[in-house]
């Protein structure tokens, strides 16, 4: 196939938008960053009309898309379809986010990703197991009967070395203590999330490794003045990362913005949280047997109760830069590099640099994927 050209596009490398300039692919990787008027002969060219070249978005919890779940009864198969969902958004990296669920469950969801990650299907990076060690105070949308307590059966399934990244999700007080630093110290990301633990809590669970907080104020404990909780936890601690979930519904505009400037730079992440109505014409679907439907863009139980998201990684960055008012710089940032620093992925992903994987996303005006690329390869 020779070298691919990708011309006549604005670039955004990870640190500011590049004009004048073509990226040269060759074996999946970036091989050059080059002026427009100085192309190898015989380069097979793609004019990109001056649209915005993006590097892959990084999404670390899909609970489903087009049509399907991470759920006990997912395939291979299940799993590439949620990936082509996804993908049409931008994402080139995801983590499958299986919610609490029993282990034959957790297992069944391990041997797809573990199938996907053997055969190099394109997106699937690892897991994420948000559960089943959470608090029921604070179990959102999770089924309290499937919550319970660490056995040596869970730990020897979060400690399995071929699932790619791995993260787990838990409420740190509700596990026994040294269990954080067991997981740390096998190399799992564990992040706080589904928790009514204390300030005080959380620094213990600092202090053996934890690596971040799962969909920042949603399910955990406010910051109040005399009780920071976990949210003050978070935003106090320079370290940790946090993923926020824009969709308009989960936090309000004003308090993003606060939590944005006080957490230290580079450390909040896009998430979705997505549901399997994204990418896909779904407007109802069961989730342990209760009904989920999606209303303007927002997926809910009989009860109100917010369950996931209809939110795709597009959005998340248009919602960021558009309402938030951040800089799209920073958007795209949050959708890329930070989560691929956070996964330890960064020396291949997130941004556009020589030696860097062909990942990308091209966006138009309107900040609408207009196209995707993983390893050089384009949908």
């Known amino acids: 196939m020779g070298i691919k050209a990708l011309t006549n596009a604005r670039i955004f490398d990870g640190d500011m938008i590049l004009n004048g300039k073509t990226v040269l692919i060759e074996g999946g990787l970036i091989v050059d960053i ?62 499958p986010t299986l919610i609490t669920d029993d282990l034959a469950s957790m297992q069944t969801a391990a041997d797809a990703v573990r199938e996907a990650l053997n055969m190099n299907m394109p997106g699937v990076v690892g897991i994420h197991f948000e559960g089943p060690l959470l608090n029921t105070k604070r179990k959102g949308i999770h089924n309290i009967e499937r919550i319970r307590a660490v056995d040596d059966d869970l730990m020897a399934l979060y400690r399995s070395t071929d699932l790619g990244v791995r993260l787990v999700t838990l409420a740190p007080e509700t596990v026994p203590a040294g269990t ?3 997981l740390d110290q096998s190399g799992i990301r564990v992040c706080a999330g ?64 606060s939590a944005i400037k006080a957490k230290a730079a580079g450390k909040m992440m896009l998430i979705t949280d997505a549901m399997p109505s994204v990418g896909s014409d779904l407007r109802t679907f069961d989730l342990y047997g209760r009904t989920i439907t999606v209303s303007e863009d927002r997926c809910t139980a009989e009860d109100g109760t917010l369950a996931g998201s209809h939110l795709d990684m597009a959005t998340a960055v248009r919602n960021t830069a558009t309402k938030v008012g951040l800089p799209l710089e920073e958007a795209l940032r949050m959708a890329s590099l930070y989560p691929a620093q956070f996964l330890g992925l960064d020396e291949q992903r997130g941004r556009i640099a020589t030696g860097f994987r062909a990942d990308f996303a091209l966006l138009d005006d309107d900040l609408t994927v207009t196209k995707t690329w993983i390893e050089g390869n384009d949908t």
């Open 34 to 95: 080059v002026n427009t008027d100085s192309l190898p002969e015989g380069s097979n060219t793609t004019d990109l009309n001056n649209n915005l070249l993006v590097p892959g978005f990084i999404d670390i919890q899909v609970n489903g898309g087009g049509g399907v779940m991470v759920d006990g009864t997912i395939t291979n198969d299940g799993l590439a379809k949620i990936a082509a969902a996804h993908r049409r958004f931008g994402t080139t990296a995801f983590l």
């Open 180 to 182: 954080i630093a067991a």
């Open 194 to 257: 589904h928790t009514a633990g204390s300030y005080d809590d959380m620094q213990k669970a600092l202090a053996e490794g934890l690596s971040g907080f799962t969909h920042l104020f949603n399910a955990m404990t406010p910051m109040d003045s005399r009780a920071p909780g976990v949210v003050g936890a978070a935003l106090d601690d320079d370290a940790t990362w946090c993923g926020l979930i824009i969709d308009g519904h989960h936090i309000h505009e004003a308090t993003l913005r």
